[in-house]
Nanobody, 120 residues
Framework: QVQLVESGGGLVQVGGSLRLSCLASGSIRSINAMGWYRQVPGKQRELVAVAPSGGSKNYADSVKGRFTISRDNARNTVYLQMNSLKPEDTAVYYC??????????????WGQGTQVTVSS
């Protein structure tokens, strides 16, 4: 079994910062891409940022210059540092990762989501 567990969401004022964390655990052989998505009620889940195992990180245009994704491969953890938060950043944030398990099978995994609320 493989699990992704997010933490770090909460309530913050406009202009504030939050740092989300996502820990992958379980029967892991290797981790490919790790990323963050977000979703608001009535809208599709959208990509926020992704960090491949190699190569450049990618960000949604709406968060470029404000959010930073990083990985700690030794700890199977991905972070999302969110600065200069805006009300439109309010959403449930989901961690996502493509993980090869100990049987050699690659599956796509989602965390349970963490709420981020930016108040004005």
């Amino acid at each position: 079994q493989v699990q992704l567990v997010e933490s770090g969401g909460g309530l913050v004022q406009v202009g504030g910062s939050l740092r989300l964390s996502c820990l992958a655990s379980g029967s892991i052989r290797s981790i490919n891409a790790m990323g963050w998505y977000r979703q608001v009620p009535g809208k599709q889940r959208e990509l926020v940022a992704v960090a491949p195992s190699g190569g450049s990180k990618n960000y949604a245009d709406s968060v470029k210059g404000r959010f930073t994704i990083s990985r700690d491969n030794a700890r199977n953890t991905v972070y999302l540092q969110m600065n200069s938060l805006k009300p439109e950043d309010t959403a449930v944030y989901y961690c996502n990762s493509a993980i090869r398990n100990t049987y050699g099978i690659v599956n796509n995994y989602w965390g349970q989501g963490t709420q981020v609320t930016v108040s004005s």
